[in-house]
């Protein structure tokens, strides 16, 4: 193969690669309101599975920007999606960003519980008086404990991003979520990752500040 | 569907999902010695296309691997990526990340030259007197701009990981790093990540830790 760049201007990547993106979907339909965030999710991963195995609940969308421009701040369950959330965006309308698995009051409480590290922190977010956004890429186990708090009446969430990837427990914790009454974007089956639930706060965010298209 | 919730203890669930990417991989031709670092990336993203896209240069993984033992430092090209890779582990070699996306100098360059920031950075690296493992999981343009450095002669790296994941100078990028004479590890076509390139190094430290299986 003989390698031939496309000439692009460093500023006009992200538009071009929304063009393919968009161009490459075709007629595959989307959820009206829902299109940029699964384009995000595709431009991040060069994954289409995106564009079938994204799953909203009514108005997810519309709902999560209201909530980030009241303030709501966004819980993750991996410094990762942490790291790739745009927090000066977020802190635009008063929000952070917490990833509460590096704690060691959580680490301790989760040795003592017998849990994973992700259900303690997710105890410890659902203390927060705060409205949350829950932003999940890792842990199944994380949903499942966002599921009890939420059956229990004690979590009441703006939004779940229920983006958890893997082999154990991934799919079931998904659909978990989606029995709830809560507002949700997850993505159906196995598929997600630290680098999908940080695209879809950022999609939300950049939706918000109108700035990309 | 009812949901039914497989009961794996928390410390069993990475060997559990290995045990199912191991199952579903079956009969699937991996290079001998490069198996582990493939099903870590299977298993970051639960996309078997791993299996088929990696390409390593001869022995890559056993040269990194020395290379990381002699305290190699690794540079990446997202926050990301360095928040993912395992810093303590590293560190045990000697070894430490750097990603400079954000340093002021570099984004100052980029801007007089007209390149992009991954651009500027990886001539910061390039400066450092220091053996060099580059793990690229988002930016096309650091890749275009390791192999002029290698070939004008001014860069020589242990081992570059070429994941950049999407759509603009992707697949080319990558080509280009597979023909230099540099010891690679790549994801051919669009796929990657800042979640793969920190996922291969994290192999790669856990194969020396000989902790994993």
Same mark, same amino acid.
């Given at each position: 193969m003989k390698v031939e760049l496309e000439n692009v201007k460093p500023m006009d990547i992200e538009k071009r690669s929304f063009q393919i993106i968009t161009e490459e979907l075709g007629d595959t339909p989307l959820?009206?309101?829902?299109?940029l965030v699964v384009k995000r999710c595709i431009h991040t991963s060069a994954d289409f599975d995106y564009a079938g195995n994204l799953c909203f609940s009514p108005n997810a969308v519309e709902k999560a920007m209201e909530a980030i421009k009241h303030g709501a701040c966004i819980v993750t369950d991996t410094q990762?999606?942490?790291? $790739?959330?745009?927090?000066?965006?977020?802190a635009r309308y008063g929000g952070e960003v917490y990833c509460f698995m590096s704690d060691e009051d959580v680490a301790e409480i989760a040795k003592k519980n017998g849990t994973t590290r992700a259900t303690a922190s997710m105890d410890k977010a659902a203390s927060l008086d705060k409205k949350l956004i829950f932003a999940i890429g890792n842990a199944p186990t994380a949903l499942v404990r966002l599921y009890e708090l939420i059956e229990d009446g004690k979590l009441n969430p703006e939004l779940i991003i229920g983006v958890?990837? $893997?082999f154990v427990n991934v799919v079931q914790s998904k659909e978990l979520i989606m029995e709830t009454e809560v507002p949700y974007i997850v993505a159906r089956g196995r598929k997600g990752?630290?680098?999908?639930?940080?695209?879809?706060?950022?999609?939300?965010?950049y939706m918000i500040d109108n700035k990309r298209d």
């Open positions: 959820i009206p309101g829902t299109e990762m999606a942490k790291s $790739g959330i745009n927090k000066r965006a977020l958890p990837v $893997g990752g630290s680098n999908i639930a940080a695209c879809i706060c950022n999609a939300l965010l």
